[in-house]
């Protein structure tokens, strides 16, 4: 029982010495017992907003992995941004007093994270056999054109 999927971030990389073809990079693998068909969903849109919100600053620090979406650091702040939401906190270790429990809220606890989400090596790794894996590509890092270096500022 689950609705099991796996998601994996995606990059074309060009070469460093520019002689040699372009690679594609692959992060880890997340994979979520009950992430079913909206799990891939909120990782797209989430890549999506990443990106606008570092098109700011990516002109001051282009070498930065962060700024690069590199996709190693991608998938940790996208788990960073898993972290911040309720729905992702488990509920271990929650004393419950079920003469008072209300069904229709489950009590969470902020001091772990959910069982059902996990890391593997590639999506063989892990159960992803109701939803099957998604690669997400990493999209073309966006530079807002307006936005001035510092040097440029002065």
Not at 19 to 27: E, L, V
Not at 104 to 127: A, H, Q, V
Request: aromatic share 10%; with cysteine; net charge negative.
């Amino acid at each position: 029982m689950g609705d099991r999927v796996s998601i994996q971030f995606v990059q074309e990389v060009e070469s460093w010495n520019k002689k040699d073809k372009p690679h594609t990079d692959k992060s880890v693998v997340l994979f979520h017992h009950w992430g079913g068909e909206w799990f891939p969903k909120l990782a797209k849109e989430w890549i999506k907003n990443h990106n606008l919100l570092l098109a700011n600053d990516r002109r001051n620090n282009a070498s930065c992995p962060i700024s690069r979406m590199d996709v190693d650091n991608l998938m940790m702040q996208f788990i960073r941004f898993l972290a911040d939401q309720s729905e992702f906190d488990s509920s271990w270790g929650v004393n419950i007093a079920w003469e008072s429990f209300d069904t229709n809220t489950l009590p969470r606890n902020k001091n772990y994270f959910t069982s059902s989400i996990y890391l593997g090596k590639d999506e063989n790794d892990g159960d992803n056999s109701d939803n099957g894996h998604h690669e997400i590509e990493v999209p073309e890092a966006i530079v807002h054109k307006n936005s001035k270096t510092k040097k440029e500022a002065s």
